[in-house]
Antibody, heavy 116, light 113 residues
Framework: QAHLVQSGAEVKEPGASVKVSCRASGYMFTSYAMHWVRQAPGQGLEWMGW????????KFSQKFQGRVTITADTSANTAYMELSSLRSEDTAVYYC?????????WGQGTLVTVSS | DIVVTQSPDSLAVSLGERATINCKSS????????????LAWYQQKPGQPPKLLIYWASTRESGVPDRFSGSGSGTDFTLTISSLQAEDVAVYYCQQYYGAPYTFGQGTKLEIK
């Protein structure tokens, strides 16, 4: 059964970068895409981007273009999302989600707090 | 970008009654070559990640109770809970996966009346 485990909570100062990991198990990592979605406190779901774990092709939301990097380490069955130039509005729970089409399963979420 | 809009924003339904949530996309998410609607529904409870309920607009995910059903095609979709149970209190999201950016509706908060 597919399962995604994300790295722990982070606290960052404005202007810094954060890198969140998402370790996959229970399926062939390279056969699926991995998407990243964030949720600000009390808000809805916002799609950030995705990576084809098989060939490392990526696509990002225009909103995050230039600030987000998504990579995959196939030897470790792990995807990474790095967001740079953090500002207070980036405080959110960040989720990874496996997808062939719909998103399932989802990681447990990683809270990133941006505060000075 | 495809804009996805849900209605209502919140809903209070009595236990055992029917709950209906609507989802409208700004353009069709029906892919003509396979006749599939690229629309999913998720349930999110506080402190938890979203959980897939429905994909292809009407296919129930394995293990999801049959009181949950999805319908619609093209641009208009509905999630129906036929007989509300206490454990169904959650926020529900629809999402189009027709093309990037893979947009979500704003969410519908379902409560017990």
């Amino acid at each position: 059964q597919a399962h995604l485990v994300q790295s722990g909570a982070e606290v960052k100062e404005p202007g810094a970068s954060v890198k969140v990991s998402c370790r996959a198990s229970g399926y062939m990592f390279t056969s699926y895409a991995m998407h990243w979605v964030r949720q600000a406190p009390g808000q809805g779901l916002e799609w950030m981007g995705w990576i084809n774990a098989g060939n490392s092709d990526t696509k990002f939301s225009q909103k995050f273009q230039g600030r987000v990097t998504i990579t995959a380490d196939t030897s470790a069955n792990t995807a990474y999302m790095e967001l740079s130039s953090l500002r207070s509005e980036d405080t959110a729970v960040y989720y990874c989600a496996r997808a062939a089409a719909w998103f399932d399963p989802w990681g447990q979420g990683t809270l990133v707090t941006v505060s000075s | 970008d495809i804009v996805v809009t849900q209605s209502p924003d919140s809903l209070a339904v009595s236990l055992g009654e029917r709950a209906t949530i609507n989802c409208k996309s700004s353009q069709s998410v029906l892919y003509s070559s396979n006749n599939n609607n690229y629309l999913a529904w998720y349930q999110q409870k506080p402190g938890q990640p979203p959980k897939l309920l429905i994909y292809w607009a009407s296919t129930r995910e394995s293990g999801v109770p049959d009181r949950f059903s999805g319908s619609g095609s093209g641009t208009d979709f509905t999630l129906t809970i036929s007989s509300l149970q206490a454990e169904d209190v959650a926020v529900y999201y629809c999402q189009q996966y027709y093309g990037a950016p893979y947009t979500f509706g704003q969410g519908t908060k379902l409560e017990i009346k």
